[in-house]
């Protein structure tokens, strides 16, 4: 070890001296490296073990500052993670730097789907396509300037979302229980570095990251986003780009609301009309459009591959209009009343006395999740202004029946709490109701305030985009909420999570629809994964503020909301 640095050069970070061994240790911190100092060497190979073990061990007490998420101590200075990780410590001087020979590692003998992953973190630092990730022989150890992914089954205090990311000056290494947890810990990584890293085809990026120390894992199981493509259609692609905007902060469910009174969206081969008449209308008179079952499938299969599952939504009996155009048997009186292409919708709804209704739903939701296997299916149920009590609760009954036999859980909006639904159904609040009902039966319920989680709502009363009949939705307002608070009744153990619904009244373009979702899904985003304590809007507002620059690198048409500082 060198002798020729002494305290006056740099500043100690820690230092300690043997009582009986006559040696003293420091280690010092530099942008790029850490030295150990050792000013005379123990007399003995076990006294050397014991200064290396000193050395390792204080290294993340002492040099790195520790950061249990968002605190007014650490905020001007802490990185731009979105969610807040649950605990973070940072080296305030030491960096990991990624050069052209710094790969990605998976372990020898892991599986297809961690490769991928490897793949996937492999592709986000190169400055070239189709790059792998390499596999450690047997035996062998992590390189260093290398980046390590490895699956750790007795990690169970992770979860099945969590991970271990620790980042030194030589190596980043990413553990999980389960594969997510590694994908998720990529995410971190990926928002540790600077938004360059989002541009592959630039020249000489330099990608820096601080050396930390994470542990993390999510509050809740369900963070999802609602995309309303009935209304408006949107193609496969931008659903694709969406699923990728999700994945960066985390988020773990997409709701496709594929129905409603403008248009159906989704091939159903038995019942061919409905893309044929439903799928061609839109508001407005705009372009309509539909997803074959093929497509569909592979955008579920697109979503899985970033942790993202698709959940199909089928609105009924109530916003049918489009499928009642196509098939007028699926009326009362056997007449297809006209297309429906303005904002709102007609008081129509599915004849819930006839069985020809009840082969229709069996056959939608037999194809959809024979198309793509799905563990969730929603059936909507929201708004019906044309059925008794009794008729409607009658109809949910016997629809959970066939949603049930399919192999899905059911999930509707908060209407249907009141029928006589299974502990394993799902209800979605979204306004003032009696989800507690189902609480009540141990069931559990998806958080979707419109006041904070309607991210179609304006965030600004001079916006043009958006509706306004849940009040203005700023970035602060959506941030600002305890789920496990919001509704007497239903408690922490009775949420399954937070979504945001975008719906598509007032959004034609892809562009739309990012200008409404970013950064508001960001700040849900954060509601859903970081535990309450740690939420705080000042630390947000700031780290939110310098991802502006990343989703301006990615192509991000995100609202420059007022009140944050924006990095671009």
């Given at each position: 070890?060198?002798?020729?640095?002494?305290?006056?050069?740099?500043?100690?970070?820690?230092?300690?001296?043997?009582?009986?061994?006559?040696?003293?240790?420091?280690?010092?911190?530099?942008?790029?490296?850490?030295?150990?100092?050792?000013?005379?060497?123990?007399?003995?190979?076990?006294?050397?073990?014991?200064?290396?073990?000193?050395?390792?061990?204080?290294?993340?007490?002492?040099?790195?500052?520790?950061?249990?998420?968002?605190?007014?101590?650490?905020?001007?200075?802490?990185?731009?993670?979105?969610?807040?990780?649950?605990?973070?410590?940072?080296?305030?001087?030491?960096?990991?730097?990624?050069?052209?020979?710094?790969?990605?590692?998976?372990?020898?003998?892991?599986?297809?789907?961690?490769q991928a992953i490897g793949d996937y973190a492999a592709n986000l630092?190169?400055?070239?396509?189709?790059?792998?990730?390499?596999?450690?022989?047997?035996?062998?150890?992590?390189?260093?300037?290398?980046?390590?992914?490895?699956?750790?089954?007795?990690?169970?205090?992770?979860?099945?979302?969590?991970?271990?990311?620790t980042a030194t000056t030589a190596q980043v290494r990413i553990v999980a229980a389960r594969p997510a947890g590694l994908f998720y810990g990529v995410q971190t990584l990926r928002q540790l570095l600077p938004a360059s890293v989002e541009h592959p085809a630039a020249r000489a990026r330099r990608l820096i990251m601080p050396a930390v120390?994470?542990?993390?894992?999510?509050?809740?199981?369900?963070?999802?986003?609602?995309?309303?493509?009935?209304?408006?259609?949107?193609?496969?692609?931008?659903?694709?780009?969406?699923?990728?905007?999700?994945?960066?902060?985390?988020?773990?469910?997409?709701?496709?609301?594929?129905?409603?009174?403008?248009?159906?969206?989704?091939?159903?081969?038995?019942?061919?009309?409905?893309?044929?008449?439903?799928?061609?209308?839109?508001?407005?008179?705009?372009?309509?459009?539909?997803?074959?079952?093929?497509?569909?499938?592979?955008?579920?299969?697109?979503?899985?591959?970033?942790?993202?599952?698709?959940?199909?939504?089928?609105?009924?009996?109530?916003?049918?209009?489009?499928?009642?155009?196509?098939?007028?048997?699926?009326?009362?009186?056997?007449?297809?009343?006209?297309?429906?292409?303005?904002?709102?919708?007609?008081?129509?709804?599915?004849?819930?006395?006839?069985?020809?209704?009840?082969?229709?739903?069996?056959?939608?939701?037999?194809?959809?999740?024979?198309?793509?296997?799905?563990?969730?299916?929603?059936i909507g149920g929201d708004e019906v202004r044309n059925l008794s009590p009794d008729q409607y609760r009658g109809f949910i009954a016997r629809v959970q029946q066939i949603v049930t036999a399919a192999g899905p859980r059911m999930i509707g909006w908060s209407e249907i709490a009141p029928a006589n639904l299974s502990p394993n159904t799902i209800v979605q609040h979204w306004h003032a109701d009696s989800v507690q009902l189902q609480a009540q039966r141990g069931g559990m319920v998806i958080m979707s305030p419109a006041a904070h989680a309607y991210i179609d709502q304006k965030f600004d009363s001079s916006d043009v985009l958006g509706l306004a009949w849940a009040g203005i939705v700023t970035l602060r307002r959506t941030y600002e909420w305890n789920p496990a608070t919001q509704i007497p009744g239903v408690g922490e153990s009775s949420i399954l999570g937070v979504e945001g619904p975008l719906w598509a009244e007032t959004l034609l373009t892809r562009a739309d629809y990012e200008y409404m979702a970013f950064p508001r899904l960001a700040a849900l985003a954060e509601v859903g994964w970081t535990p309450s304590t740690l939420v705080d809007w000042e630390s947000f507002r700031r780290r939110i503020g310098q991802q502006g620059a990343r989703l301006a690198a990615m192509g991000v048409n995100f609202a420059r909301v007022p009140g944050v500082d924006w990095a671009w």
């Open positions: 070890m060198s002798e020729g640095i002494s305290q006056s050069q740099e500043a100690v970070c820690w230092s300690t001296t043997a009582a009986s061994g006559g040696y003293t240790v420091e280690i010092f911190r530099r942008t790029i490296i850490v030295r150990i100092q050792i000013r005379r060497a123990p007399e003995s190979p076990v006294k050397l073990a014991a200064a290396s073990t000193i050395v390792f061990a204080a290294t993340f007490a002492a040099c790195y500052r520790p950061v249990t998420g968002p605190s007014p101590v650490n905020r001007r200075n802490a990185p731009a993670v979105i969610p807040a990780p649950v605990t973070f410590a940072v080296a305030s001087r030491d960096s990991f730097l990624i050069t052209p020979r710094t790969g990605v590692y998976v372990d020898s003998l892991a599986p297809a789907e961690v630092i190169s400055s070239q396509a189709g790059v792998t990730a390499r596999r450690l022989a047997p035996g062998t150890v992590l390189p260093d300037s290398s980046i390590g992914l490895a699956l750790d089954s007795a990690r169970s205090d992770l979860g099945l979302e969590g991970y271990e990311l120390h994470v542990v993390d894992h999510p509050r809740y199981a369900w963070r999802g986003a609602m995309l309303d493509v009935s209304r408006h259609f949107l193609p496969a692609a931008d659903v694709k780009r969406f699923v990728d905007l999700l994945a960066l902060y985390k988020m773990n469910r997409l709701h496709l609301h594929l129905s409603d009174d403008q248009g159906w969206r989704i091939e159903i081969k038995e019942w061919p009309e409905l893309t044929a008449v439903g799928g061609q209308t839109a508001i407005g008179g705009a372009p309509g459009g539909y997803y074959t079952q093929e497509q569909y499938a592979d955008i579920v299969a697109y979503a899985r591959s970033r942790y993202v599952t698709i959940v199909p939504e089928i609105d009924m009996p109530g916003h049918t209009n489009a499928a009642l155009v196509s098939y007028p048997e699926l009326t009362c009186d056997g007449v297809a009343p006209p297309p429906f292409t303005a904002v709102g919708g007609p008081p129509n709804s599915l004849c819930v006395s006839k069985d020809t209704v009840y082969s229709f739903i069996d056959d939608v939701v037999r194809e959809i999740v024979a198309a793509a296997p799905t563990p969730y299916f929603h």
